[in-house]
């Protein structure tokens, strides 16, 4: 009988905090409605085009007004029957000098997200990048773990604690 209120307490405990997991992976899933702009590539010379990915908030937004001072503005028109408002267009860069600016995209529903662009001098070499994609750390990106280490912790001191009682009673036995 001892040994099963830990082991209940331990499950108690376990399942409340994977639910508490639960509820912050979800909250995760709301945070991909966040608006964002990206280029394709994020470097060009003068009088070339890429390619600009523009994500609204809410699929409600109708369009999105993307400006730089390397190019005109462009005014990009969300698809009316997506789930999701993105969409792509290309953009040709202005001549401007060599160097790093701002793409600022704002959509209708006033979100707004921006990124950078570098524009290098003409003639200059356009290198392709070798290895993987510098995207992060992946898991260890971001917070939202507290609950999964915390349920790693408390049951990790049920097992420890299971473990003690079993060796106490084997050793009250004999």
């Given at each position: 009988m001892?040994?099963?209120?830990p082991?209940i307490?331990?499950?108690?405990?376990?399942?409340?905090l994977?639910s508490?997991?639960d509820?912050?992976?979800?909250?995760g899933?709301?945070?991909?409605?966040?608006?964002?702009?990206?280029?394709?590539?994020?470097?060009a010379?003068p009088?070339?085009?890429i390619?600009?990915?523009?994500?609204?908030?809410?699929?409600?937004?109708?369009?999105?007004?993307?400006?730089s001072?390397?190019?005109d503005?462009?005014t990009?028109v969300?698809?009316g029957?997506?789930a999701?408002?993105v969409v792509?267009?290309?953009?040709?860069?202005?001549?401007?000098?060599p160097?790093?600016y701002?793409?600022?995209s704002?959509?209708d529903?006033?979100?707004?997200?921006?990124?950078?662009?570098?524009v290098l001098?003409?003639?200059a070499?356009?290198?392709?990048p070798?290895g993987?994609?510098?995207?992060g750390?992946?898991?260890?990106?971001?917070?939202?773990?507290?609950?999964?280490?915390?349920?790693g912790v408390?049951?990790?001191i049920?097992?420890?604690?299971?473990?003690a009682?079993?060796?106490?009673?084997?050793g009250?036995?004999?």
């Amino acid at each position: 009988m001892r040994i099963l209120r830990p082991a209940i307490l331990a499950a108690v405990l376990a399942v409340a905090l994977l639910s508490c997991a639960d509820s912050a992976s979800s909250q995760g899933a709301i945070a991909q409605g966040l608006p964002s702009v990206a280029l394709s590539p994020d470097f060009a010379a003068p009088g070339e085009t890429i390619s600009l990915t523009v994500t609204c908030r809410q699929s409600t937004a109708t369009r999105s007004l993307v400006t730089s001072s390397a190019f005109d503005p462009i005014t990009v028109v969300m698809p009316g029957h997506a789930a999701e408002p993105v969409v792509t267009s290309t953009i040709t860069i202005n001549n401007v000098r060599p160097g790093r600016y701002t793409v600022i995209s704002t959509c209708d529903d006033s979100a707004t997200s921006s990124t950078t662009l570098t524009v290098l001098r003409p003639g200059a070499p356009h290198l392709v990048p070798e290895g993987g994609a510098a995207t992060g750390g992946g898991s260890m990106a971001g917070g939202g773990h507290l609950p999964m280490t915390a349920a790693g912790v408390v049951m990790l001191i049920a097992g420890i604690g299971l473990v003690a009682v079993t060796l106490r009673r084997r050793g009250a036995r004999r």
